[in-house]
């Protein structure tokens, strides 16, 4: 009975394709409960968690695991302690931007910036396995060590860097901050078998294979979750506080702070749509939502 049961899982080991398996992948989550884009990500982090098994997503709060986020942090070289940062593999992200769909490179924090599909990406790379040789990630620190590159990042701390795979190859391309919307300051072509650097040149303009991203303003989301607070802080404040109303010596009552609210949710729609021209409607839409988990 025994032999038979060996010859079976001989057959078995030798008929089986291991890499046709996916592999398990821990996805670290860093994140605070003050933070709205937190919240749209930990909704987002279960449902990936949901559609893939091999996923498990370990939650990290920023104020009560310190010394493991410190770690995780060095580990990853990553710069900042801002949240919601994310780590797949050998990739870290930090923010969360739900209205993006591509990859990009903050040096200033030397991590990727964070969106659904760049992080499910992620995912999918490191679970179907396919990030064994170069992956997309390492073309960026790979790039970083190219003396153009240096030199660049010497005179810009803050830059940005996006990456094109075609034909084998990785174009990272490396951009000043102003200049993001329109051509690179340095292209790196890195072999995407061997991760050595092909060529670095300065281009004179936008280059078959590097795509621009679409960025965003985020200055009018800041400036409306400042001012929502400010408004319902003062709110609590004036209606418990029996000194304040001595020493303002004016009566606001509860329907007058009520339509002060109201003004101040129009003028700040008014500036999200102003200054999201590309989504409008929708971009106010999704900014509510990331919105309501943080005061509610």
């Given at each position: 009975m025994?032999s038979?049961i060996?010859?079976?899982l ?5 008929f ?6 996916g592999?398990?992948v ?17 909704a987002?982090?279960?449902d990936?968690d949901?559609t893939?098994?091999?996923?498990g997503v370990?939650y990290l709060?920023?104020?009560l695991?310190?010394e493991?986020?410190s770690?995780?942090s ?5 710069n ?5 940062q ?5 990739a870290a992200?930090?923010?969360f ?8 490179y903050s040096n ?7 969106n ?6 992620a995912?999918l ?7 064994d ?8 620190d ?24 075609t034909?084998?190859?990785y ?10 919307r ?6 790196v072509?890195?072999?995407?078998s061997t991760?050595?650097v092909?060529e670095s040149h ?14 965003e ?8 979750y ?5 408004y ?13 109303k001595?020493k303002?010596r004016?009566e606001i ?8 609210f109201?003004?101040l949710?129009v003028?700040?729609s008014i500036l999200?749509?102003y200054?999201?021209?590309h989504?409008?409607l929708?971009y106010?839409a999704?900014?509510?939502?990331r919105?309501l988990?943080?005061?509610?």
């Open positions: 025994f038979k060996m010859f079976f001989f057959l078995f080991l030798l089986s394709n291991p890499a046709d398996a592999r398990n821990t996805v670290y989550f860093v994140y605070s409960d003050l933070c709205p884009h937190c919240g749209a990500e930990k987002f982090l279960k990936l949901i893939y098994k091999e996923v370990e709060n920023i104020a695991d310190e493991y986020i770690e995780l060095s580990y990853y070289g990553i900042g302690t801002s949240t919601p994310t780590y797949v593999g050998d992200f930090i923010g931007n739900d209205d993006a769909d591509y990859l990009l200033r924090y030397h991590a990727f910036l964070g659904p599909r760049v992080i499910e990406d995912v790379l490191h679970v179907m396995g396919w990030g040789n170069v992956s997309i990630y390492n073309a960026v790979i790039s970083g060590n190219d003396s153009l590159v240096k030199y660049f990042i010497q005179r810009d701390c803050n830059c940005f860097a996006t990456v094109n795979f034909g084998g190859i174009l990272v391309a490396w951009w000043n901050n102003s200049r993001l329109f051509y690179p300051d340095v292209v072509k890195v072999n995407s991760g050595l092909i300065h281009p004179s303009g936008l280059e078959e294979g590097v795509s621009v991203p679409r960025t303003s985020m200055l009018s989301d800041f400036i409306a400042v001012s929502i607070f400010i319902l802080v003062s709110y609590i404040i004036y209606s418990h506080s029996r000194r304040v001595e303002i004016v009552s509860d329907r007058q702070w009520l339509n002060g109201i003004v949710l003028a700040l999200l749509v200054d999201h021209p989504d409008g929708d106010l999704r900014f509510v939502r919105l988990p943080m005061y509610l």
